[in-house]
């Protein structure tokens, strides 16, 4: 039983550029969940995605940045124009329902911007 | 606004001992609080959810407690062993919430 599925797990980027990151949800899995873990930081919640529906996105920058959950294939969080400070590890975490349910998160997609 | 602290950013432990991990979190009233395990360079892995009416909960040699009037939450995990190093995390969360807050962590580190 395949777990979430994140890639690309390392992705360098040039300051400017757009870095897009895949996640496949576990098999059964209808919710997407995308954190950020900055250097030295907890993580936090970024977007919170249904099939072809942003949940919330309360903890997405207000600019640059963009989720899709489409009805088929992977959710993509989309960053463009990078700048350094977007260099961190990206997670994305799926459940079965909302609430309660236990969430199983992906090994990470590692950015760096130079 | 909501705070979480998970106290002691490392510890350092014997193998065979206890380790006890502590999260205090403020300005809040979580109905359920889950611990999970991250390792360098993975993602974090679910390890026990205890709700606000529990007490205390078990799973092999992990116990977690909850005193929602200390507003207190105690990982401990029991004959420790250099495999239990890593960095635990506590994200307590509100009734039907589906975003959890994390704490910075505690990296543990069992020295053989």
């Known amino acids: 039983n395949a777990g979430v599925m994140q890639n690309p797990r390392h992705l360098v980027r040039r300051r400017g550029q757009e870095a897009r990151l895949r996640c496949s949800p576990m098999?059964?899995?209808?919710?997407v969940y995308w954190y950020r873990q900055l250097p030295e930081e907890g993580l936090k919640f970024m977007v919170y995605l249904q099939k072809e529906n942003i949940i919330d996105e309360s903890g997405m920058p207000k600019e640059r940045f963009s989720a899709e959950f489409p009805k088929e294939g992977p959710s993509i969080l989309r960053i463009q124009q990078v700048v350094r400070g977007d260099s961190a590890a990206y997670f994305c975490a799926s459940s079965q329902g909302a609430g309660l349910d236990t969430i199983y998160f992906g090994e990470g997609s590692w950015l760096t911007v130079v | 606004s909501q705070k979480i602290e998970q106290n002691s950013e490392a510890l350092n432990i014997q193998e065979g001992k206890t380790a006890t991990l502590t999260c205090n979190y403020t300005?809040?009233?979580?109905?359920?609080l889950q611990w999970y395990r991250q390792d360098p360079g993975r993602g974090p892995v679910f390890l026990l959810l205890?709700?606000?009416?529990?007490k205390e909960k078990r799973k092999e040699r992990l116990k977690v407690t909850f005193d929602t009037t200390l507003k207190q939450s105690l990982f401990h995990i029991t004959a420790s062993q250099p495999a239990d190093s890593a960095t635990y995390l506590c994200?307590?969360?509100?009734?039907?919430?589906?975003?959890?807050?994390f704490g910075k962590g505690t990296k543990l580190s069992v020295i053989p």
């Open positions: 994200a307590p969360s509100g009734a039907g919430s589906y975003q959890l807050t």
């Open positions: 205890i709700r606000e009416n529990e």
């Open positions: 300005n809040y009233s979580p109905a359920y």
């Open positions: 098999k059964g899995h209808s919710h």
